[in-house]
């Protein structure tokens, strides 16, 4: 009979390697194997479900499939990649989410930590402040866009009979140009502010509390204390949410779906809204491919980027 | 390292293996299979018929009905009609095509699904069947023609050495409704007195708003108003022979059509109607707020609803004053063709095409074909237009009747989808000034030739 396996030790990371196996447990079982075989499940699943997919995306990129013609898959090489890069159509779908997206970050970004700033300075009510205001974030975006398209109906929604009420003249939100973009721009923000919020109180909260004090006795300002310390603190948190966020509205399908549906004409078109277009319209497969896969590239490299600036920061 | 390794060999081998299986799909060009032109032996197990259809009372009313009728004569079997948002029928059935599995056996195809569903091979190809079971002279031909036939048929003409890929389900255009107690109870005859009328009928009553049609970017919405009133000032689509969108749509016909559409009816209708469809322009009507709207009749049934309506509290108060009337006419008396046909599934078993066949034929018949009408459905035999069960049955129902003879559809080449979305994304443009009409127009003969042009395979096809 051997000894009992030591529940805990003081050097708790060289215990797996180090300890004999269990007892029971077959001598052929290594720690190693049960590894493998731990992982393995999950490896073949995020090999079917993402790595084969996104390799096979990539292969019809380059070639002219179409789902529903059938046929076999022509090589055309970069043709695809030629038209899109070179479409009219796909730079104004481009600007489009260009706009939305600096767009909606920046007023979430600013509104987030505006909140999370006032909520860390309260000390009663803070856990249910926090809580109420994550409530849009958990909605679905297909019910959240909805309901907004009720509230911003022209006719009779909730928002111009509130502005009539005040003597202001009907807006038509989802019909023009310009209100269109915004809407979408505003009720994405009204879902996704907390997310930032929630991540800037994070970073608010886990500010040491001493600096405050030191800054206090030196009789520091409060945008001096703000500026030198609640925000160089709080900053690369910050552009981690900005970079989720980033990600996020850059592939923003579901709100256009529902609210306006691209219109007026095709002004609230996203890039992923043409990708479903042309993958679903017309099923033109290989076109589709090479399109996401341009998207994807585009937040792969913008990522690095940001993800450099983010570690230099750190460096700093 | 040797379990690095092997898991390395077994990720390859796994991709290898899929990368088979999703190559082993791609099984030469399609056409569409035949069906037996009799039909096999039916089974006696208990089976469920499937239908996939968007979401619309026609839908549930069919549901009811098949299960109520059709039962009599096959106790075994169960009609389920799956329905899906009116926005996703097309990419509901098209996807599950592209994968060659369907969860359907009946897919009810809008009438210009039919040649991409042909040409991919997705639909039986029932030419012997029809001519075996069907008493076709018991049909409109037009009707029977497009909701089944590909190529298309020319207005009001049929070809009779054609394929037939699907029967009439549920025929369908649009009546003009009007407010009898605004404007009186003669409907307007011609396009320009219905303008006219609406105008006044603004002017003269705050808070309502003259005109109420479809101009959403979703669906087929504002395509269909827009080919509507080119149909009825003389426009063209295309010309078909030579597949010329370009010099036809944009033509001076259509170009009247464009500006009466924007610059006429669009000021008659309520701010913030640029995104309106079925439900908004129903909406608008049952709460007073339209004096002639425009939809289509197998939508209409709710209109009558006195919960749904603050127009009267019974029936007959909203009878006193809605009416319904086919569609004025102007420089032709066009009108579009609504409606859907049912086909088979490629990809359905056998047993389960044997019934579908089977329930097909059923439906055909005189009698079923007036039971459907007495239940709220609209059919497609002449002799149960005509009967007294379906020109009751509802106040529209005979502006059906009228209007049979005067129906125009649009293409349904392969390419219809992305057809209509250039169209709709277009005309929607133009009517919420995102886009000068005149511009709108040429985008759209332009882009629509691009599509048709460009059906050979080439790089970067569908942008």
């Known amino acids: 009979m051997s000894d009992p396996v030591p529940l805990t030790t003081d050097h708790p990371g060289q215990v797996a390697s180090a300890t004999p196996p269990a007892p029971g447990r077959s001598r052929h079982l290594s720690d190693r194997r049960l590894t493998v075989a731990f992982i393995s499940p999950a490896l073949l699943l995020l090999l079917a479900m993402s790595v084969f997919p996104l390799l096979w995306a990539l292969y019809l990129s380059f070639t002219d499939y179409s789902a529903t013609r059938g046929g076999p898959a022509h090589f055309i090489w970069f043709e695809n990649y030629t038209a899109i890069l070179t479409s009219a159509q796909v730079h104004l779908r481009t600007l489009t989410t260009l706009i939305y997206v600096i767009g909606a970050v920046t007023l979430q970004t600013v509104l987030g ?49 509130m502005l009539s009420s005040l003597g202001l003249g009907q807006v038509e939100w989802l019909t023009r140009q310009r209100t269109a973009l915004i809407s979408l721009i505003v009720v994405d923000t009204w879902q996704w502010t907390p997310f930032i919020m929630l991540i800037a109180l994070a970073g608010l909260t886990a500010v040491p509390k001493y600096l405050y004090e030191a800054a206090s006795i030196d009789r520091a300002s409060e945008w001096f204390r703000f500026r030198t310390i609640t925000l160089p603190l709080v900053w690369p948190l910050l552009l981690i949410a900005v970079l989720f966020r980033a990600i996020e509205a850059f592939r923003l399908f579901d709100l256009v779906y529902i609210l306006t549906s691209g219109g007026p004409g095709v002004s609230t078109e996203t890039l992923s809204f043409h990708v479903y277009k042309v993958a679903f319209l017309g099923f033109n497969t290989g076109t589709a491919s090479a399109y ?14 940001y993800m450099r600036y983010l570690n230099k920061l750190k460096e700093d | 390292m040797r379990y690095p390794k092997r898991i390395g060999l077994a990720a390859a081998a796994m991709l290898v293996a899929t990368t088979m299986a999703a190559c082993g799909q791609d099984d030469g060009a399609a056409s569409a299979p035949k069906a037996p032109a009799t039909i096999p032996e ?46 996703n029928w097309h990419d509901a059935i098209f996807t599950q ?7 359907f056996d009946i897919p009810i195809l809008d009438s210009q699904h039919i040649g991409e569903a042909v040409t991919n091979g997705n639909i039986l190809d ?60 003669k409907p307007p005859q011609t396009w320009d007195e219905m303008i006219s009328v609406a105008e006044k009928c603004q002017a003269d009553h705050p808070g309502v708003s003259g005109l109420a049609f479809h101009q959403a970017n979703g669906s087929d919405a504002a395509a269909v108003t827009y080919n509507t009133v080119n149909g009825i000032y003389g426009g063209n689509l295309w010309d078909s022979k030579t597949r ?27 701010k913030g109607s640029g995104n309106w469809f079925i439900d908004e322009v129903n909406a608008a009507v049952a709460q007073g707020k339209a004096c002639i709207a425009f939809n289509w009749i197998a939508a209409s049934g709710g209109l009558l609803d006195p919960k749904q309506s603050t127009l009267g509290t019974t029936r007959e108060q909203i009878l006193d004053k809605l009416g319904f009337a086919p569609l004025p006419s102007q420089k032709t008396n066009l009108v579009p063709l609504g409606g859907m046909g049912m086909h ?44 007294p069960e379906f020109l009751n049955a509802q106040p529209f129902n005979k502006v059906y009747t009228d209007s049979v003879p005067r129906m125009r559809d649009m293409w349904n080449v392969p390419e219809y989808a992305r057809l209509v979305d250039i169209e709709n994304t277009n005309v929607n443009a133009a009517l919420n000034g995102a886009k000068k009409p005149k511009d709108a127009l040429d985008d759209i003969a332009k882009e629509q030739q691009g599509v048709l042009d460009s059906s050979s395979r080439k790089g970067g096809g569908g942008l």
């Open chain 2, 126 to 185: 029932i030419t012997d069947f029809v001519k075996k079971n069907i008493d076709v002279k018991a049909y409109n031909p037009y009707l029977l023609a497009a909701y089944g036939q590909f190529p298309q048929a020319e207005t009001g003409k049929r070809d009779e050495n054609a394929s037939l890929y699907g029967l009439p389900l549920l025929g369908d255009t649009w009546t003009m409704i009007y407010r009898k107690d605004l404007i009186g109870d």
């Open chain 2, 97 to 103: 095509f592209a994968a060659h599995k369907t969860d």
């Open chain 2, 344 to 387: 088979v599934s490629a990809y359905s078993s056998t047993t389960k095409q044997a019934e579908a066949l089977n329930f097909m034929k059923w439906f055909e018949q005189a009698d079923i074909q007036k039971k459907w009408a007495a239940a709220g459905g609209v059919p497609s035999r002449t002799d149960a237009l005509e009967s």
């Open chain 2, 42 to 87: 039916l089974t006696k197990d208990p089976l469920t018929l499937s239908f996939v259809w968007f979401d619309w009372p026609p839908a549930h009313a069919l549901e009811a009905f098949a299960n109520a009728e059709y039962t009599k004569e096959r106790s075994n079997v169960t009609i389920k009609v799956n329905t899906v948002p009116n926005a």
């Open chain 2, 244 to 270: 010329k969108v370009q010099g036809v749509l944009n033509d001076a016909a259509g170009q009247e059509a464009m500006d009466v559409l924007v610059n006429k009816m669009k000021p008659l209708t309520a």
């Open chain 1, 292 to 305: 996401g896969i341009l998207m994807v590239l585009i937040v792969i490299v913008l990522t690095q980027l």
């Open chain 1, 113 to 161: 930590f505006t909140i999370a700033y006032l909520i860390s300075r309260r000390t009663h009510g803070r856990g249910l402040l926090t809580t109420l205001f994550l409530v849009p974030m958990m909605l679905s975006p297909v019910v959240v866009g909805l309901f907004w398209r009720f509230m911003l109906d022209a006719q009779f929604g909730v928002i111009n009979s």
